[in-house]
């Protein structure tokens, strides 16, 4: 009798850990069980609100987009619905666009899709984005100068460095990735946990490298809100060169910044 409990309370268990496990399994792929709702249901859905429903979500809508764009963190598609959105995500492409509008109209803000495959927002400054400016052209934290430093390293070798590089130009300047540094802490945090996912920089394995080797790129956010062409100016008032002797990276900085740029995801 006690082996048959034991054996049940062992099975139990298991079937515990399994749901468990299933459930953490979905959690992480909320998104994929999200289908994005037709005309026709979105119209429908409407039909069952009224319009006061529908301006109040749309500013929690806004509201949380506001505060989460506070830390640079791109805003999920799947975080969205299911923390705010909720049960109103059968109307999910209206609430969308109309955050777009208010962005658009009283921030000042362009909502950007960045990645259409996992669905990822941000905000960008419409003038920013309209000029490709860089905001951090003149660097209002230390934080932002040292992207600045790590993003004009990778443009000028060619879009991609490995880290080795990184951390070599970044200890000329007095920055070394295992010291504590007075302004901005754990550096090699900074650089390669936040700025990352901050989308402002990829940072990826090497493969079939022993020991395990990385290398920087330009992130998604980036190559939206950073224009390439100040860069160039910026490393060649110090090296005190015309940007121009640098033909490639000039040719690319320009064509870049005559580009179209992104479109707003309203209808995402």
Same mark, same amino acid.
């Given at each position: 009798? =006690?082996? @048959? ?6 099975? #139990?268990? #298991?079937?515990?850990?399994? *749901? #468990?496990? =299933?459930?953490?399994? *979905?959690?992480?792929? !909320? ?13 429908? &859905? ?11 979500? =749309? ?9 989460? !764009? ?5 805003? @999920? ?9 909720? $049960? ?9 666009? %109309?955050?777009? *509008? ?13 990645? =259409? ?13 309209? $000029? ?43 920055? !070394?990735? &295992?010291?504590?540094?007075? $302004? ?12 990352? %996912? ?6 990826? %394995? ?14 998604? %956010? ?13 490393? &060649? ?9 640098? #033909?490639?990276?000039? @040719?690319?900085?320009?064509?870049? *910044? ?11």
């Amino acid at each position: 009798m =006690t082996q @048959r409990k034991r054996l049940a309370n062992t099975q #139990s268990s #298991s079937q515990t850990k399994r *749901q #468990s496990g =299933t459930f953490v399994a *979905q959690g992480d792929d !909320d998104d994929i069980t999200f289908t994005q709702p037709s005309n026709t249901q979105v119209q429908r &859905g409407l039909e069952k609100l009224t319009p006061s429903q529908v301006d109040q979500k =749309t500013a929690e809508v806004v509201q949380y987009f506001l505060v989460k !764009d506070q830390k640079k963190i791109p805003i @999920r598609r799947a975080d969205l619905v299911k923390h705010v959105v909720k $049960e109103y995500k059968n109307i999910y492409p209206e609430i969308i666009n %109309r955050a777009a *509008q208010t962005f658009d109209k009283v921030f000042g803000l362009k909502l950007v899709e960045i990645d =259409t495959k996992n669905h990822l927002y941000i905000l960008v400054n419409k003038l920013e984005a309209a $000029e490709r400016a860089s905001p951090i052209d003149s660097p209002a934290n230390p934080k932002t100068g040292l992207l600045f430093v790590i993003l004009s390293v990778i443009f000028m070798k060619g879009g991609v460095v490995r880290e080795n590089l990184v951390w070599n130009t970044l200890k000329k300047l007095r920055v !070394d990735q &295992g010291d504590k540094h007075e $302004e901005f802490g754990d550096v090699k945090k900074v650089v390669t946990d936040e700025f990352v %996912r901050q989308k402002y920089l990829e940072y990826v %394995r090497i493969p079939h490298t022993e020991p395990v080797e990385h290398e920087f790129r330009w992130g998604q %956010r980036a190559e939206i809100e950073v224009s390439k062409a100040k860069i160039l100016e910026f490393v &060649g008032e110090l090296h005190e060169q015309d940007p121009q002797s640098w #033909s490639q990276q000039y @040719r690319e900085a320009h064509a870049t *910044q005559n580009s179209s740029q992104p479109s707003t995801s309203s209808q995402r």
